[in-house]
Structures are given as structure tokens and as C-alpha cells.
Antibody, heavy 125, light 107 residues
Framework: QVQLVQSGIEVKKPGASVRVSCKAS????????ISWLRQAPGQGFEWMGW????????NIAEMFQGRVTLTRETSTRTAYMDLGSLKSDDTAVYFC??????????????????WGQGSLVTVSS | DIQMTQSPSSLSASVGDRVTMTCQAS??????LNWYQQKVGKAPKLLVY???NLEPGVPSRFRGRGSGTDFTLTINNVQLEDFATYYC?????????FGQGTKLDIK
């Protein structure tokens, strides 16, 4: 069955960076993209961006541009999200999700049919 | 960005009830809308895609309708496992945006 397994809890200081990983199994990793989303405590969802696994490129939402980098390693079936210049309001649960078509400025057709379990990132001094 | 507004923010129901929640987009998005269910401490689950299509395995008591700017999710004969928070998501325009959710709890 399709599974996305994320890395664990992170506690970071303001100004630091964090990397969250997402290991996929149960499907052809290269046939789908991966989106990253976050959910602050008690809040809704913010979509951060999408990476095409086959091409290794994608799009980042404007509010995260310059701070987020999305990469993937096909040999290990793992996607990564790096978030820099952390602030206290980056405290959230970060999710990866399988996203067949993605969302770019040219076209958008994102649907998230399988999700990772979430990774809590806490930013505190 | 397209704003998605869900109402009500919370809803109380008993097992066996029918409930309807709404999602309004700030501009015409056709049928480019999905619905998700999230239980506490869990990742969301895709229920409905393209406004009206049930994801495989989702019970037929769930029904999504609408197009343009106004959408609804109806649950007929609410079951205990349906008490959760429901989110709508648009994918018509970059960036993807979500509503703030409707929490369905037990009356």
C-alpha cells in the first residue's frame, strides 16, 4: 500500500534551518509529485510548494519563496523540504503529500491522495 | 490568492442525522475543489475530488456538490467515525488554498 513516512520531531531556535524528509513506498515514486503543506496549532493548512519527482523541479508558494527548498532523491525514494530563517510562527506540523499533477503558475491541479504522518517543528528560543 | 470560506466553523449532530457544510470561493473556480476529512492528531484524508467525485473507498453517504463559487459537502446518516474536521481546497489557481475548516462534533 502507498505509504509516506516522515522524519521526527524537531526543535529549533529562531534563525536556524530545518530539514524534513518524506520516504515513499508502495508506488512508482517517479510517477507522482510531492507537495508540502503545514498546519499551525489549531489552524488550517498552508500549501508550501510542489516538486515533480521525475524532473526534480517545481514551484514554491510566494510566501515561502527564498526560505524553502524542495528536493528529492530517487534512489532512496525520499523527498526533502528545507526551511530556513526560522521564526516562532513557523511552529507547525509539516506534511508531505502525494500530488500527481502539482500546482504551478502555468497550471494547477493539485490533489493530495496520500499523506505522511506529519512532522512537528517547534521554533523557540 | 483565492480565498476559501467555510461555514459554519462548527456543527453539532447526532448519529443518523444529515448535515451539510458549505465552502465559498472568492472567485469562480469551476469544479476545481476537493474535500478532506481530518481527525485529531492525524493527517487529512481525501474524500471528494473535482467537487463531486468520491475517492475510492469513501462511503456513499458523503456527497459533494457545486461549481463556480459555491460548494457543499453533505453527510447523510452521520456515523460515529464521521466526527472530524472537514476542509475544502481549491486547485484552480496557483497557489493552492484551503478553507479554515468545519468541525463536526457530537450533539
Amino acid at each position: 500500500q502507498v505509504q509516506l513516512v516522515q522524519s521526527g520531531i524537531e526543535v529549533k531556535k529562531p534563525g536556524a534551518s530545518v530539514r524534513v524528509s518524506c520516504k515513499a513506498s508502495g508506488y512508482n515514486f517517479s510517477s507522482y509529485g510531492i507537495s508540502w503543506l503545514r498546519q499551525a496549532p489549531g489552524q488550517g493548512f498552508e500549501w508550501m510548494g510542489w516538486i515533480s519527482v521525475v524532473r526534480g523541479e517545481g514551484n514554491i508558494a510566494e510566501m515561502f519563496q527564498g526560505r524553502v527548498t524542495l528536493t528529492r532523491e530517487t534512489s532512496t525514494r525520499t523527498a526533502y523540504m528545507d526551511l530556513g530563517s526560522l521564526k516562532s510562527d513557523d511552529t507547525a506540523v509539516y506534511f508531505c503529500a502525494r500530488d500527481p499533477h502539482g500546482c504551478t503558475n502555468a497550471q494547477c491541479h493539485s490533489s493530495f491522495d496520500h499523506w505522511g504522518q506529519g512532522s512537528l517543528v517547534t521554533v523557540s528560543s | 490568492d483565492i480565498q476559501m470560506t467555510q461555514s459554519p466553523s462548527s456543527l453539532s449532530a447526532s448519529v443518523g442525522d444529515r448535515v451539510t457544510m458549505t465552502c465559498q470561493a472568492s472567485q469562480d473556480i469551476g469544479t476545481d475543489l476537493n474535500w478532506y476529512q481530518q481527525k485529531v492528531g492525524k493527517a487529512p484524508k481525501l474524500l471528494v475530488y473535482d467537487a463531486a467525485n468520491l475517492e475510492p473507498g469513501v462511503p456513499s453517504r458523503f456527497r459533494g456538490r457545486g461549481s463556480g463559487t459555491d460548494f457543499t459537502l453533505t453527510i447523510n446518516n452521520v456515523q460515529l467515525e464521521d466526527f472530524a474536521t472537514y476542509y475544502c481546497q481549491q486547485f484552480d489557481r496557483f497557489p493552492v488554498t484551503f478553507g479554515q475548516g468545519t468541525k463536526l462534533d457530537i450533539k
